[in-house]
């Protein structure tokens, strides 16, 4: 089992919609939780940072922590065109350690 | 503005020899990250760095070595021994992240992509 699972999509959804991306772990150590957001040929950038189980909202995106599930997901609302990107999870422990997860394709269709 | 550069963005290499790929950052950070990307996996680790002139392996460090001769700059050379280099490269950086409750972002460079003829 991978450390980080995250569905590889493609997602496509219509202009407006609620797009829901999740991720699952395995390793109890993880404490941070983070979503970037990777257009093509770019380096990711960081959307969302974590630290507790809960909700953090910052204008259309939501980012959710489920510590006792192991279980992360990022909302975002009123998608738009330019929302289309790859989107990462990541997450890391008390150390140096960042664990990815592959990625979840996402088009927002006009 | 602040930031990571990482340079070339494209760049080819023909097999048996060695290329450097530059990355320089100018927002402090301690920490300093090479990884590589290929098309379905997550970002793999090859070399970290927590401060200058020490250095650790990651995952995928056969092949690939680093320097860290100033707190700005970590160059990674891919070497001919690293079998399968076409990928994109990312350095990434991140404020030290010892102890609990320090923000611990990571932050990315646009990356270089990297094509053996």
């Known amino acids: 089992q991978k450390e980080v699972e995250q569905d590889p999509g493609p997602l496509s959804v219509p202009e407006g919609a609620i797009v829901s991306l999740n991720c699952t772990y395995s390793n109890s150590a993880f404490q941070y939780f983070m979503w970037y957001r990777q257009y093509s040929r770019k380096g990711p950038e960081l959307l969302m940072y974590t630290y507790s189980s809960g909700n953090k909202e910052d204008g259309r995106f939501t980012a959710q922590v489920d510590k006792s599930s192991k279980y992360i997901s990022l909302f975002i609302r009123d998608s738009q065109p330019s929302d289309s990107a790859t989107y990462l999870c990541?997450?890391?422990?008390?150390?140096?350690?960042?664990?990815f997860g592959p990625g979840t394709r996402l088009s927002v269709l006009p | 503005d602040g930031g990571i550069t990482q340079s070339p963005k494209y760049l080819f290499r023909k097999e048996g020899q060695n290329v450097t790929l530059s990355c320089e950052q100018n927002?402090?950070?301690?920490?300093m990250y090479w990884y590589r990307q290929d098309p379905g996996q997550g970002l793999r680790l090859i070399y970290y760095?927590?401060?200058?002139?020490?250095?650790q392996k990651g995952d995928i460090a056969e092949g690939y070595s680093v320097s860290r001769e100033k707190k700005e700059s970590f160059p990674l050379t891919v070497t001919s021994a690293q079998k399968n280099p076409t990928a994109f490269y990312l350095c990434a950086s991140a404020k030290e992240t010892s102890g609990r409750g320090n923000t611990g972002e990571l932050f990315f460079g646009e990356g270089s992509r990297l094509t053996v003829l």
């Open positions: 760095s927590q401060i200058v002139n020490d250095f």
């Open positions: 927002l402090n950070h301690d920490a």
């Open positions: 990541a997450m890391r422990d008390y150390g140096q350690n960042f664990v």
